[in-house]
């Protein structure tokens, strides 16, 4: 059988210090990922583009459950994996 296809996603606003960190160890194991940004205004997008990520921009409406709701409607896979920007895989996991 074919294993399920899973989603990366995360919902950002100003993570320039942390995104590339998080995603550089697991981009390679999704499908896809996908990135709700929430009004950054330093290079977030950028960094997320340059991983291939599906950008989903969304002003912050003070509802998480929006923003999170914003990123299930863009996902494709089957499965969606959820992480914040601040997280780390390390390679035992």
């Known amino acids: 059988s074919t294993p399920p296809r899973v989603s990366l996603c995360l919902i950002v606003k100003n993570e320039e210090a ?3 960190a998080c995603l550089g160890p697991v981009a390679s194991l999704f499908h ?3 990135v709700v940004d929430t009004g950054s205004t330093d ?10 990520a599906k950008l989903v921009e969304q002003e912050w409406k003070d509802d ?8 299930i409607d863009a ?8 992480l ?7 390679e035992e996991n």
């Open 84 to 90: 914040d920007a601040d997280d780390r895989v390390d």
């Open 75 to 82: 996902a494709s896979g089957d499965l969606i994996f959820w």
């Open 32 to 34: 896809e990922i996908v």
């Open 43 to 52: 290079r977030t997008r950028d960094i997320a583009l340059s991983f291939g």
């Open 64 to 71: 998480f459950a929006s923003a999170r709701n914003a990123a």
């Open 18 to 20: 942390n995104l590339a």
